[in-house]
Structures are given as C-alpha cells and as structure tokens.
C-alpha cells in the first residue's frame, strides 16, 4: 500500500541569494491562498461505492482513512475570535515568527484557517504558544482532528503538568518522559528540569484529551519500595460536552443560556480596576470622552491617603492615568494617532509598572493621615519608580481599548494582570438570584485558557464586591490577579490578600512579594506612622544593640592584641635585655602563632564547638595571660636588671625562670587572642540576611580594629615608655574583661549557627575516594552520581552542569557497586558516600590555591617592613619639643590611621562613585590588586628613606654605635607608612570579603581565618628570608647601622612586583 501524497507547499519560500532576491518579482499573493491539491485516490483506496438503506454511500476502510490523514500529521486550526486578517497578511506575519522549516496556510472560512508545519519542533512551538495576535485580531491554536468541524472544538489540547518534590536521581530525560506519557504525549519539557537548575519540581508540557480523566496522583518506586507522586494541572481547561468547546463544563453551561449570544457592551468583562461612566452611554461624536476620575476612583484614593489634595485629585484617575506622571505616552478617544479604528493604543515597549493606590494595607490610612503632605507625596511616588521594575500592568477600564491592549498583552511572556474583571469565572464565585451572563463567563475563560494565564490562591474572603438588587444582596468576586509562568519565576514568593471593603463596595487587592531590587540609596527621614508598628521596639532593639556590643567585643579584645604586638619588640630589649634582631624574631614568632592558631580556632568552631564558645573560652585564657605578663611587668624578680650603659653591649642576660614565666604567659596570651581575632568577624557577619552587607560589616570590623590598634600603639605605649610597663599591660587587661562582660551581655540577641562537623574530613575522603575509584569511567547521566538528601536545598552551583574541572575527582562521587543508595526515606551514616556537593567544595579550595599563593608574598613584605620599621625609629630623632619623645612602636598606628582613613573614603565616596559611573560594583580581586599597587609605591620610597638615614649616620656616627639616634625626624617615614596603610585598607578587606563568599558555606568561619593563616605563615617565612639573608649578605647585622636595610626593602618591591604579576 502506497503512502497518500503530502499537499504541495506553495507557503514559505526556499532561501535565495540577496541578488536572485532583487532580480526577481514580488510573488503574487493569490499563489499562497491556493487550495490543496487532492491525492490521488486510486493509488491506495480500495473501498467502492455503495447503497445503505436505499441511499448512495462511500464508506472507508479504517486503514484508508489513517491514509488521507497522514499527511495531516503536524496541522494546526487557527480560529479567530471576531474577523480575520487577509491572508497576505497573516503569511507575512507567520514569515517573521522565524520556524525552523517550510510551512504553509490554507483558508477554511472567515474564521478559521489551517496551518501544515514540515517539522514536529514548528508544530509544537505553534501549538503551545496559543494564542496569537494578528492586526488586533486574536488567533486561537487547536489540533486538526480527522473529525474537525468549524462549529465544534477538539477536545485534544496541551496542559502544563508538575510533579512536585520528585526524587532528584530521576531527573533523566528518558524518565520523565516516560512520566508525562503516562498522562498524555509528551510535547516539551521545561529547560530548568533538563538541566537541573531547578531539581525540587519537575514540569512538562503534554497532550491530553480532556474527555478523558486524568490521574491525580501515579505510583512510583522500585520493586522494594513505593510511593505515590501528586500530579498538579496547571490551570487545566474544562471542556463542555453540550456545545463541544473548551472553557467550561456541561454543568455550567446548562444553568446559563443554551447557545453563544453576544455579550451586551455593559456585560463585557474589563480587565482594569475600575469602569467608566461613559460606558453604557450613546456615543456623542462631538464631545470627547470624559477623563475626570470616577466616584469610586476618589474613594480609594481618600481610603488610602486619608487626604484628598488637588495634585492627588490630578494623579487618581483611573486606568493608566498614573503612568503619565512617569512620562509614558497614552492616547485617549479621538486624539489617537492610530486613528478613528484604534482609540487606544499602548506600546509594548513601554508597558509600565503601576499598582493602584487601592493595593495598600487599610490599617496604613489612619497612620498615614499624621504625615505632611510631602512625606506622603514623597511615598507615593518612591512606590510608583518601585513598581514600574517589575512588570505589573492595570490596562484602562473602558471597554473599547481593554481588547486592544489585550490584544498586545498576549504577546509579553513577564506579564500579570491585577484588579477588577467585571466578570466571575464560575458560578460557585457569585452569590445571590439574578441570572449570569454565560457568554460573558465563556469569554473570560477563554481569555484565561488561551493566554495561558494562573491564579494565586487567595487569602481572606471570597468574595470582593458587594452589591443590592430588588431580589435582594448579590456577592461577586470580581477582583483578582492573573499572571503567567515567566511572571511567577520572577515573583516566586508572591500572596495576594483580600482586605476588608471600607469606602468602595470593592475589596481592595493587597499584593505581597518580595523581590531583590537595586535601588539607590536614599535620604532617612523618620515618619511617625513607625511608633504604631507593634515590632517598633523589637526592630529598634535588634539593631541597635547587637552590634554595639558586638564592636565593643571586638574593640576591647583587639585592644590587647595591639598591646602584645605593638611595644613587645621594645619590651624584650629593654627590660629582658636581648638582642635587637633577636627580639625581632621573636616578636614574628609571636605574632606568626597568633595569626596561625586562628585558623584552628575557626575549625572549630565550624566543625565542634559554636563561634559564641569559642570567643568567650578564649577572652578568658587571654586574660590570664594579660595578667600573668602584668606580673612580670611588677614585680622585678620576674626580670632581669637593666643595663647601666644604654651604649654598653654587656648586659646580664634574663635567667632560665624567668624566660619561662614571660614565654608562658606570651603562650597564654597568644591562644587566647587566636580564638578571638578571626571568630568575631565571621559570627558580625552571620547577624546580617544580606549579602551586600557583609563587604560593608567587614570594612567597618577592619577599622575598629585598626582603631584600636592604633590606640594601644600610642596611647597606650605612651603609658608603657613614660609611666610604667605595669600600668601598659594592666589597663589592656582591664580592657580584656570589660570585652567579654560586654559579649555575655548581648548573648540573648545573637544569631548563633550550630557546627555541622569537620568539612575537612570530608574533603579528605573525597581524596581517598577518587584514588580508590582511579579506574572506573566518567559518566554522562546526572543520576549516576552520589546527589545530597532531598531534605537539603540544593544550589545551582552544585549542579551537574558545573560539574566540571578537575575530572579526576568527580570519581568521588561516582555510584560504585557496594555504596549505599540514597532513597528517600532512608537513613545513613554521614561520610558513607562522597556527593557532588563534597566535591565541588574540594574543588572550589583548589581552584582559589593560587591566590592563596601570592597573598603569602604579599604579607611577608609587610611583616619584614613593619618589624625593620621599628629598628629603623629607635634610630632615629623622635623628639617632638623639649619634653615629648615619640615611642618607637607608635609609627604602626600612622600605618593604621591612614588605613582607617582610606577605609572611611573607599566606603562612602569611592565606591559610590564607582557604582554610579561603572554602573557596577569594584571586586574583591580588584581591591587585592590595587593594594599591591600602592605597596610596591611604599617599599620604593621606604627603601629611599633608608638609603638616606644610612649616608646621615655614616656622617655622624662613624663609630657606628648600636643605640646613637642620628640627625634625621622620624616624620620621614610617614610617606610609606601611609602608602602601606592605604595599601592594606584595599587588601585586607577584600582577601576577607573574597574568602567568605568563595569558601564552601561549611568553611565560612575558616574562610575569614585564611588571611590571618596567611600572615602567620608569612612571618615565619620572614624569618626565615632575615636568617637567609643573615647568612648570605651583610645585609642584616645585629647594629642595622653597619648593614644595608635599603637592600632588603629593594628586594621585597620585586618580590612584589613579580607576586602582581603572578
């Protein structure tokens, strides 16, 4: 049996060149509008003529009539409401659609037309779409059934079906097609299932035949265990048996009207808040339509403002009025460019954002009615620029352009409509004993149907308006919020409420969502509505409290730390008589643990105990450190005797003992201020929701720091050099205590995050694991890897789709035989099998080792520069009068109040600069960057000051005596101190800020303990370049006079210049 020939294409067009195209004619337009050209029947049709019941008769074979409709295969019906374009027009049309494959049209009568598609991707893309708007003339897309009739609709029609919380392993596409045809053929499945970026819901497009049932809910599982899955319809059609259409049932057709009769104007259903008075009136031609605000109008406006002013009187009109405020063009009545055919007309391209006054909560009238008036004009207008970002549209009320704009709206994928219908959708949403307009019913749900429209569940009452009639009370719910898909996946977390009706008969319509929107910063002004809020106190307290106590924690505990570190050099020379480069080392070996030890601090906390248990148990081992370093600062049996001649080289060397009562109580203040430094900072952080306020709270945790720093550093040290060693240490130990009473205090308020157990074990066996499963092949398919328990959220990031890089470790995850099944419902042990999210955190550590890499550089410049920094001072003239000398130590706090400083001027004036002329925001990489920039500038000019101080002392100390101060102010070394300080404000902060948000959420804590990893590391590195140096060079001598400090500074601005590269 031969194949029944396909009908002839003369539609679309083969593709020409551009010059066949200008030398050849315009085809002419009746070619395309051609009837088919009938098979040859006698090919394949055996079937003859017969007589049944004395009537002539041709019956066919089942076979050949699948034969004649063969080539029918991938054809649509267009129906057209009212009218229809000519079919030049729609093919012109169709032309710029841009399917994939030839197509063409064919006339059946003034409202319906038939559309062959060669590809089954152009039929579905058809037919999923729709509805279509051709010349203000709507287009309804049906499947051609070998039954199809003009006067009757099929039944066969696509719905979006969701199984909601399916298993994530069976996010296969074979599966989940296999899954919908239980429901009907599959036509498309959305791309955020196919690609896993959205694993909690799986939603596809199917054919199904409404007079068939549908199930709700299908068995799955394997053959040791089942559950049921729930099947949701998306906003599925009802399909009438009586009149044989789609848009509603036989039970409600049959309490309307038994035949379609045209909607009266005054019953036509408006999409729009409110209509006009001018509607049910005669046309008159000679006076334009009134566009006065209406009655009601006004009274939404009074309900919500709670004053009626002239400018609101201007700005309350209904429909799009408001839109005008914001310069977007409408045409009203008969000034309509389009003509006296259009009498309204809104472009696409301008379709705004406007959500009527009558939206707002009733309970703010009252609160609003105490404001002036520029307060409120002020909000009303803040609302509107807010609302105009999220495509949220109330078309006009008049009847005549509601289709018009509709017509337009259909073709927007972001697109919901808000406010009054005019119409219900159903009997059960209407209330009383007059008769309803099923045409008007029928025309609504159509609309709904073929715009593919959803419907928020409501909250409050059903019913919105309220009316009277001589039969007695009439209850409609007239008022709602119809959206599309695209619109939802913007708006996800979305509720629209039913207030209580006040001066209108309407219920207001209150819309919920929440939404991250990038607005500019704006003048505070306090309004006194905010007394009347019942969480007033509790959001006052909230932020208030907690971070004052919070800063003050930190500001008292980074206060011992700049004690310990910043006159610990000069302490160990003076009163425990050792070598200067000595007490250097020893000061980098200190300092190196507490910026090691952190690191340890911050796992565990991440991984044991909580950040809170961290910080309290180690401000207590600092305090006793604090107070046993006061002792020996007290009593002098706990020293050695100073030396007699600050000239002398031969000074009594401190004993055994006491080396270890001052190494002790170092050790004890070291571990104490190892659990604080890098624990404080992440536990800020977790108090804030935002992210775009951690990189704020980091800049502003940085400078409390640097302050106090750079308080204990002069002030402090001050006390230390001219009072006494005593009074120093035991103010920073009273510092101490104050921190943490004033930590326990704020205990109540804080948001604490339990530990979830050691990442790093995890990351270790991700190791273990992709060594013992070296030799099995990669897969393709997602569910052949070890996914996370449905229970937890899953991120795009841990998707398949990333998961790549570093193929080797993706064996990790891989399923290999013995590993236990990860179903729902069951339980295992945590640890049993490697996951895609244990791997891509591995992978994230790997991916940031070479930055971790040149920060390491970077802070050896910096530990050697401030550590050479202060033999460079004692050195030099520090008198600043007669009386006053500057300490030594002092230099760190100019590198720390020029670091504050530029803190303070990146914060508020260069990076709003930046955000509004580069229309985005500066990079924590950038900010590193810069910073090593501005320190290389610093090791130059520093190296240039040595050079100097170097020529100075040859001249005037040619003994080249260890402690001769030369000629030369210590103010010379202000310019590459500030230049440092500028240098870290760019480079600290943005290392802290860069770690925590690239680090695995479970490594937050010892994200923010990298840096100071970083810096420990650094300054045993340090040591170990000044010992090399020692051993290499003359470079370093014990007396810095004799040697060449210039050198080495030489040395590390190229070290830093090739790490910038690097």
């Not at 609709?153 to 069976?170: A, D, M, N, Y």
């Not at 035989?817 to 069951?826: A, C, L, P, Q, R």
């Not at 202000?974 to 902060?989: K, Q, Y």
């Not at 004799?1042 to 690097?1062: I, P």
Request: proline letters at 5%.
């Amino acid at each position: 049996m031969m194949a029944a020939p396909k009908p002839p294409d003369n539609g679309r067009k083969k593709q020409h060149s551009f010059a066949q195209i200008l030398n050849v004619s315009k085809p002419n337009p009746q070619s395309i509008i051609q009837p088919v050209e009938k098979p040859t029947p006698e090919t394949f049709i055996k079937s003859n003529l017969t007589m049944v019941k004395g009537k002539p008769a041709f019956l066919l074979l089942k076979e050949e009539d699948e034969m004649l409709a063969a080539p029918f295969k991938f054809c649509l019906i267009g129906k057209f409401s009212k009218g229809r374009p000519k079919m030049e027009y729609l093919w012109n049309k169709f032309n710029t659609i841009g399917y994939k494959a030839s197509f063409s049209l064919r006339m059946i009568d003034h409202r319906h037309i038939l559309i062959y598609f060669d590809l089954e991707e152009d039929f579905q893309r058809c037919w999923i779409k729709g509805l279509r708007s051709f010349d203000h003339h709507i287009m309804r897309v049906l499947k051609w059934t070998p039954r199809f009739k003009t006067e009757q609709e099929s039944s066969i029609t696509p719905v979006s079906v969701s199984f909601e919380g399916l298993l994530v392993h069976r996010f296969n596409e074979e599966y989940l097609r296999k899954l919908s045809s239980i429901i009907g053929q599959p036509l498309k499945i959305d791309a955020p299932t196919l690609n896993m970026s959205r694993p909690s819901i799986f939603r596809a497009c199917v054919e199904v035949d409404l007079l068939h049932e549908l199930p709700k809910r299908i068995l799955l599982g394997t053959d040791e265990y089942s559950y049921y899955q729930h099947v949701t319809y998306e906003n599925l059609p009802e399909y009438c048996m009586d009149c044989r259409k789609i848009g509603h049932s036989s039970h409600n057709f049959r309490h309307g009207k038994a035949k379609e009769a045209p909607v009266k104007e005054k019953e036509r259903p408006v999409i729009g808040k409110e209509k006009e008075n001018s509607v049910s009136q005669p046309a008159n031609k000679t006076k334009p339509p009134s566009t006065n605000p209406t009655w009601k109008t006004k009274k939404a406006a009074e309900s919500v403002t709670g004053q009626e002013t002239n400018q609101h009187k201007d700005e309350s009109s209904s429909g799009l009025t408001a839109a005008e405020k914001m310069n977007i063009p409408t045409y009203i009545g008969d000034s309509s460019p389009m003509g006296s055919q259009d009498k309204r007309f809104l472009s696409k391209e301008k379709l705004s954002a406007i959500l009527e006054k009558s939206l707002q909560e009733e309970n703010l009238k009252n609160t609003w009615e105490e404001d002036d008036m520029a307060t409120n004009h002020e909000t009303k207008d803040r609302q509107l620029i807010e609302y105009k970002k999220h495509s949220i549209l109330i078309p006009p009320s008049n009847l005549s352009s509601r289709f018009d704009i509709l017509a337009k709206l259909i073709m927007m994928e972001n697109l919901g409509l808000l406010g009054e219908t005019n119409v219900i959708q159903n009997l059960e949403e209407y209330e009383g004993f007059s008769q309803q307009d099923m045409g008007a019913i029928d025309e609504f749900n159509d609309f709904i149907n073929n715009c593919n429209m959803l419907e928020f569940p409501l909250v409050g009452n059903l019913y919105t308006w309220k009316g009277t009639r001589q039969a007695g009370r009439v209850l409609k719910r007239l008022d709602r919020l119809l959206f599309t898909q695209e619109w939802l996946s913007l708006f996800p977390v979305a509720l629209v409420h039913h207030l209580n009706r006040s001066t209108s008969d309407h219920a207001p319509l209150l819309l919920q969502y929440k939404v991250d929107m990038d607005t500019k910063p704006r003048i505070f002004r306090f309004q006194k509505m905010w007394f009347r809020r019942s969480s007033f106190f509790e959001v006052v307290k909230e932020n208030w409290d907690q971070p004052i106590e919070h800063q003050a924690t930190t500001a008292g505990l980074t206060v011992v730390f700049g004690v310990l570190l910043s006159n610990l050099e000069v302490y160990l020379i003076e009163e425990f008589n050792i070598k200067r480069i000595s007490a250097a080392q020893i000061c980098n070996l200190v300092t190196g643990l507490i910026a090691i030890l952190p690191t340890g601090t911050a796992v565990l906390a991440d991984s044991f105990l909580s950040c809170y248990t961290v910080i309290w148990i180690s401000s207590l081992i600092s305090e006793m450190g604090m107070l046993l370093l006061t002792l020996t600062a007290t009593f002098s049996k706990l020293r050695p005797p100073k030396c007699e001649n600050d000239q002398s080289n031969n000074c009594t060397e401190a004993t055994k003992i006491q080396l270890t009562v001052l190494y002790l109580s170092l050790a004890l203040a070291v571990l104490g201020m190892s659990g604080t430094r890098f624990t404080l900072g992440p536990m800020g952080a977790h108090q804030f929701n935002e992210p775009k306020n951690h990189g704020i709270f980091f800049n502003w945790y940085v400078m409390v720091m640097n302050i106090c720093i750079m308080l204990s550093s002069t002030a402090i040290v001050y006390v230390q050099n001219n009072v006494s060693w005593a009074w120093g240490f035991g103010i920073s130990a009273a510092a101490n205590i104050i921190a943490v009473l004033l930590f326990f205090l704020g205990t109540k308020f804080y948001r604490q995050l339990k530990p979830q157990g050691s990442p790093f074990a995890g990351l270790a066996h991700v190791l273990v694991t992709a060594f013992r499963n070296r030799g099995t092949l990669l897969s393709q398919n997602p569910t052949d890897y070890h996914q996370e328990s449905r229970t937890m959220k899953i991120t795009p990031q841990l998707c398949l789709s990333n998961f790549s890089g570093n193929r080797f470790l993706n064996r990790a995850a891989l399923k290999t035989e013995g590993d236990t099944e990860v179903v729902y419902g069951s339980k295992r042990k945590s640890g049993q099998v490697c996951t895609v999210t244990k791997v891509e955190d591995l992978k994230s550590l790997i991916k940031l080792l070479p930055l971790l890499a040149s920060a390491i550089l970077f802070c050896v410049a910096y530990v050697i520069q401030t550590s050479m920094g202060i033999l460079q001072a004692l050195t030099m003239e520090r008198n600043v009068g007669h009386n006053f000398e500057i300490p030594a130590a002092t230099i760190v706090a100019l590198l720390l109040a020029s670091s504050c400083i530029t803190i303070l001027f990146v914060d508020r004036i260069l990076f709003p600069m930046w955000n509004k002329f580069c229309r985005r925001q500066i990079t924590p990489l950038q900010r590193i960057g810069i910073g090593h920039l501005f320190y290389i500038l610093s090791m130059v000019v520093l190296a240039s000051v040595e050079a100097k101080r170097l020529k100075i002392s040859r001249v005037h100390n040619p003994q080249e005596h260890e402690n001769s101060v030369e000629p030369m102010s210590i103010f010379l070394l202000v310019p590459p101190l500030v230049l440092t300080g500028v240098a870290e404000a760019f480079h600290f902060p943005g290392h802290i800020e860069f770690y925590y948000q690239e680090f695995p959420q479970n490594l937050r804590n010892t994200s923010s303990a990298m840096i100071s990893l970083f810096y420990g590391v650094a300054y045993y590195i340090a040591n170990a370049l000044i010992h090399v140096v020692r051993r290499s060079t003359d470079w370093l001598p014990d007396n810095i006079n004799k040697g060449r400090l210039d050198n080495v500074y030489w040395l590390m601005s190229v070290l830093v210049g090739l790490n910038f590269c690097y």
